[in-house]
């Protein structure tokens, strides 16, 4: 049996400018060229998968107010009434529906990224500048609260901190995701725990992003979601603690500063002396050992 499917004229939606509640429906009318052959259920579900097979799986539109960028709408649901008017025997009449493609559907790559700028901890105990009040105050060097014994107590405050998490859906069929190498899969990003970036990675320096771990489950034989957890810090190519300018880190190297005692205004200070620059942690490859770029 010949199954035929043509396109109506004229098409519905909405649209708006963001274009994320956009959607279109297209008609569609369809039928057999012998629909006797086969019983009613059989027979449409024939016309079914015609319309599905001449219809797009997807529809590109631009938005009003858009910059450009396409707004892809993905086919949804599919209706259908019997046409008893035409004329022609068993002859449908199929409603195609397209909506905004906000997420993947199964068997579909998907990457997600969330973020946490609220900051982080930590204990300085010299300022980035000093400003002295009262007759004779000896200079401390930017150092911050020294006590009588000339020892520096610091002070704890909120600097800059960026926490990221990139989530990955591996589909069933990717290689790296199945259960005969998945067991290897997870061994490589724990060895990979506690490490920063080899090389330049989703835009950040190398050294600038540090590995957190990863999270997830596996499935055999459906789609898995896997978490991959990171911490950024800007690279600084030099600062300076007290008179020791010129100092260059890694974000995640750790610096540590060694004081001596002085003499100022007849006051026993400390002032900054040297200053270590430490890396701490490894780096490696984040493209090859996670998967993902």
Not at 20 to 31: G, I, N, R, T, V
Not at 108 to 124: A, C, H, P, R, Y
Not at 170 to 178: G, P, R, T
Not at 263 to 285: F, H, I, M, N, T
Request: charged letters at 20%.
């Amino acid at each position: 049996m010949t199954f035929k499917v043509k396109e109506i004229n004229g098409a519905s939606g909405t649209e708006t400018p963001i274009g994320f509640d956009s959607s279109m429906k297209l008609q569609y009318e369809a039928w057999g060229t012998t629909p006797g052959e086969l019983a009613d259920n059989q027979y449409l579900a024939n016309l079914l998968q015609a319309v599905r097979a001449y219809s797009p799986t997807e529809l590109n539109q631009l938005p009003t107010g858009s910059t450009g960028r396409p707004n892809q709408l993905r086919r949804g649901a599919i209706s259908w009434n019997e046409d008893e008017d035409s004329g022609l025997k068993r002859h449908f009449i199929f409603d195609v529906e397209y909506k905004a493609a906000s997420l993947p559907e199964e068997g579909e790559s998907l990457m997600q990224w969330s973020f946490d700028t609220q900051g982080g901890n930590v204990k300085i105990f010299t300022s980035q500048a000093t400003t002295r009040y009262g007759t004779g105050a000896p200079n401390f060097n930017n150092c911050i609260d020294v006590n009588d014994d000339a020892e520096v107590q610091g002070v704890e405050i909120v600097i800059p901190a960026l926490k990221l998490s990139a989530r990955k859906r591996w589909v069933k069929d990717n290689a790296l995701y199945k259960w005969d190498t998945f067991q290897t899969y997870i061994r490589s990003l724990t060895s990979v725990t506690g490490s920063t970036n080899s090389a330049v990675w989703q835009g950040y320096a190398i050294g600038e992003l540090l590995f957190l771990g990863a999270t997830g489950a596996f499935q055999d034989g459906k789609d898995n979601e896997i978490e991959y957890h990171f911490a950024a810090s800007a690279n600084v190519a030099s600062y300076s603690i007290g008179t020791i300018a010129g100092i260059a880190k890694k974000g995640h190297d750790y610096v540590w500063v060694r004081y001596e005692h002085a003499l100022d205004s007849s006051q026993l200070v400390r002032k900054p002396k040297w200053a270590y620059v430490e890396r701490v942690y490894g780096q490696s490859d984040f493209t090859s050992v996670l998967g993902i770029s």
